[in-house]
């Protein structure tokens, strides 16, 4: 089972289920909405700390969960990046994705993806030089449009 986090103004529990069920036949339950701890926000940058909001997300006390995903609608960083569209600590078993700069008309298309990007982290795998599966990194998201909502041969065999 994977529990559904997000920020006040998101509705996006029925699409994020959608796509954790077809694509890993995970269960995802909704928890109620978050808010981000205070110290997430760096005012120097103007942004969130993505690996704060990870932390205090995994921090909180949920038993019978396996994995924990977390949908925020503002500008996300980590070290030594410009922006991040999202983030997975697979030990915590924890990831976050922002919905921020995926706007466009294709918006759910990309939250899509990339949440099943950071739930591919999640299950151990690292990035992938195929351009068109879902675990090649995405620095703009023409890199996300440009990919497949599916994992290339060899990710799919790591993952079985
Ligand atoms: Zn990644
Ligand atoms: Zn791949």
Do not use: W
């Amino acid at each position: 089972m994977i529990r559904v986090y997000q920020q006040e103004t998101l509705d996006l529990f029925d699409l994020v289920k959608d796509v954790v069920k077809d694509s890993f036949s995970l269960v995802a339950q909704n928890q109620r909405h978050i808010t981000l701890p205070e110290s997430s926000y760096n005012p120097l940058r103007q942004q969130y700390d993505a690996a704060a909001i990870l932390h205090d997300i995994a921090a909180k006390k949920d038993k019978d969960v396996d994995y924990k995903l977390c949908l925020v609608n503002v500008d996300i960083y980590a070290q030594n990046m410009n922006f991040i569209f999202g983030l997975a600590n697979p030990i915590r078993k924890t990831a976050v994705v922002s919905t921020y700069r995926l706007n466009g008309d294709n918006i759910k298309e990309r939250i899509a993806k990339e949440v099943v990007h950071e739930i591919g982290h999640l299950l151990g795998l690292g990035h992938c030089v195929n351009d068109k599966c879902i675990m090649h990194f995405s620095n703009t998201v023409k890199d996300t449009d440009q990919k497949e909502q599916i994992f290339c041969k060899n990710c799919r065999k790591q993952i079985e």
